[in-house]
């Protein structure tokens, strides 16, 4: 088994405020792996791109690739749709040149479908990207759609699996974000549950953070918080161990690797070495 820590965006204690620098840190504190943060803006030029898939090489990285958040494949605007089929293609693109495993996420939002026909507009939307993304020449990355926090967003973990079975291509798989998957079921986790449903993969790629709880409304929100017990990780760590799943955790908290490394620590205090 394999497991690889590291955070959502560049190392917030990096002496250099560039990847270059969050790869150095990295290797300093222990760590491997980071995910290319583009939910703003694809922010990398092809040739940038690719000196960024070098260094990470140099520095024994393993990458992942966030795309826009300004992403909605449901939306009842064609120009919506078209243009975050757009992101998506250019993001794997990127990713592709740097050599980044999988690019996440966020998919879209259910709107006013029921949620079979969602379902079914997700899988054509999903076989035309992956269409498109072969004509491009995209070979070793693939599409991970994120397990989403609100109910209003497509989609929970069985819906994905769902789409990974019926969609039968080697370029999509899922990111399991734990947090939103407490979030959504509004503070209940069964980490075991989860890790049974995604036992056969080569490798689980997720998000890791805490989530914030509403005092007024008695439920927990997307808003990623430190990590601290909402959800616990030492449980999750066991459980991974206790499988033997090759897993990557991308620390999506606001301390970035400082909770990367705190995952760490619990995993070595459990017998694991890096």
Do not use: W
């Amino acid at each position: 088994m394999k497991i690889f820590l590291g955070p959502g965006g560049n190392c917030l204690t990096a002496k250099e405020k560039t990847t270059l620098g969050s790869f150095e840190r990295l290797k300093e504190l222990g760590l491997n792996a980071q995910e290319i943060e583009f939910v703003r803006s694809i922010y990398l030029s092809q040739k940038a791109a690719e000196e960024v898939g070098r260094q990470a090489k140099n520095y024994e990285i393993r990458l992942s690739v966030h795309a826009p958040y300004f992403i909605n494949l449901l939306s009842d605007k064609k120009d919506v749709v078209n243009a975050s089929i757009k992101r998506i293609l250019e993001s794997l693109d990127r990713a592709e040149r740097m050599e980044a495993e999988v690019v996440v996420v966020h998919a879209a939002y259910y709107g006013k479908l029921e949620k079979e026909e969602a379902f079914e507009k997700m899988k054509d939307i999903t076989l035309k990207i992956i269409y498109e993304a072969e004509k491009m020449g995209i070979k070793k990355t693939k599409i991970a759609y994120e397990t989403m926090a609100k109910e209003s967003q497509f989609a929970d973990l069985d819906e994905l699996l769902k789409l990974m079975k019926e969609v039968k291509s080697k370029m999509l798989t899922i990111c399991v974000d734990f947090a939103h998957i407490y979030a959504r079921n509004n503070g209940k986790i069964d980490y075991s549950e989860i890790l049974e449903k995604v036992k056969n993969f080569d490798i689980v790629f997720s998000h890791f953070s805490n989530m914030k709880y509403n005092i007024n409304t008695k439920k927990f929100v997307d808003v990623h918080e430190p990590i601290n017990s909402h959800p616990p990780f030492e449980p999750l760590a066991k459980e991974i161990l206790k499988r033997k799943i090759n897993i990557a955790i991308i620390s999506e908290s606001p301390k970035l690797e400082l909770d990367s490394l705190k995952m760490k620590q619990i995993f070595e205090k459990l017998g694991y070495k890096f």
